[in-house]
């Protein structure tokens, strides 16, 4: 890692390098082009005569000659030197883009097999104690319910890499059919109550708001802006999941009470295996890939996804429909 840092920071060295040493050609060029273009003119000058009959008009001729090619190689410099420029802005963007994507998607993977590991050890855990010990019936009932949140969110993380992968070919076939959203929310929070029965739920769910769209892709993207808000707020934070209907427009809109999302980071979050803050100072879960899948399914819904501020803390997600 440190090796590839290094290498880096040589690359983008001499790459500054090189873009420094053609732009300071350039003007060397342009200096001594334009001296060598005065310098023929005081020449052609000497050369004439004084008493050369149109000596004025051919004086002119020089120094109108003279200015022209000033200006072409003005021109012409500026002309080389922008789209220079511009080429040379576009690859280091480019390249900076690749290089923060190679960096995210090393951080996913090594997310990822710790995303796999921990609920499978967990799982594994709670069985063999099941096995090996007689516990109370609470006890017991505890233990099994910590195994089924485990595995739950693998299911959540394995229908994500599975979707995403399959939405960005043409592997995912797509069903839009009319579909009762507000049936789908309820079943969904019946189970996240179920599995988190001590945070503070609220929920205003209106009957009736039927939408066209694919059910496996509409409940990957409550559960995900769900799960984030359960994850980003701390346990005593109320997490209020709404859906109503506003004209045309379905609204499903998800608060919670957690840190929030400085606005710089508003549209960053959206992004490809983009998770905020550093990698190494993180406590956090995840891959990255969560709000990505959301967007993408509010977009294949011909819907919108926004993230505001919550009052007085914490992010509002909301997702409109259009309902025909
Ligand atoms: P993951 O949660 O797996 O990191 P997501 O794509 O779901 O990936 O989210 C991207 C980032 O957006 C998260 O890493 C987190 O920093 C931020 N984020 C998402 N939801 C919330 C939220 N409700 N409150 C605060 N930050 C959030």
């Known amino acids: 890692m440190l090796f590839k840092k290094k290498r880096l920071a040589v690359a ?7 873009l420094g040493y053609i732009v300071s050609g350039l003007v060397w060029w342009f200096i001594a082009l334009e001296t060598q273009n005065q310098q023929m003119a005081a020449l052609k000058v000497r050369q004439m005569k004084m008493d050369t ?23 012409e410099g500026s002309t080389f030197l922008l789209s220079f420029l511009l080429g040379a802005g576009f690859v280091y963007r480019e390249v900076r883009r690749q290089i923060r994507l190679q960096q995210q998607q090393q951080n996913f993977m090594m997310a990822l097999t710790h995303e796999l590991k921990t609920p ?47 939405l960005e070919g043409v592997g995912y076939v797509q069903s839009k059919e009319s579909l009762d959203l507000s049936g789908l929310v309820e079943a969904s929070m019946q189970d996240f109550r179920h599995r988190f029965p001590d945070r503070p739920w609220e929920q205003h769910i209106e009957p009736g708001c039927t939408i066209l769209g694919d059910v496996i892709l509409l409940q990957l993207l409550v559960s995900n802006l769900v799960e984030n808000a359960l994850k980003y707020s701390p346990r005593e934070g109320a997490i209020d999941v709404k859906l109503e209907h506003k004209g045309r427009h379905v609204l499903l809109s998800v ?8 606005d710089d980071e508003k549209k960053r979050i959206f992004g490809k295996f983009y998770r905020m803050g550093q990698e190494a100072t993180r406590r956090t879960k995840g891959t990255g890939l969560g709000l990505y899948l959301c967007l ?3 977009q ?25």
């Open 12 to 18: 983008i060295t001499v790459y500054w390098i090189l």
């Open 53 to 75: 009959p149109d000596y004025i008009t051919r004086y002119d001729a020089i120094f109108t000659e003279e200015n022209k090619k000033t200006a072409q190689y003005i021109g």
């Open 120 to 166: 499978i050890a967990v799982t594994k855990l709670n069985l063999e104690t099941l096995r090996k010990h007689k516990l109370d019936e609470q006890r017991q009932q505890k233990m099994i319910r910590a195994a089924l949140q485990e595995t739950d969110r693998l299911d959540v993380l394995a229908n994500n890499i599975l979707i995403a992968s399959q």
């Open 255 to 262: 608060k919670d009470q957690g840190p929030g999302i400085p």
């Open 296 to 298: 993408k399914i509010a």
């Open 300 to 324: 294949d819904h011909k819907a919108t996804l926004k993230v505001a501020d919550n009052s007085p803390v914490g992010s509002i997600f909301t997702v409109i429909f259009k309902t025909r």
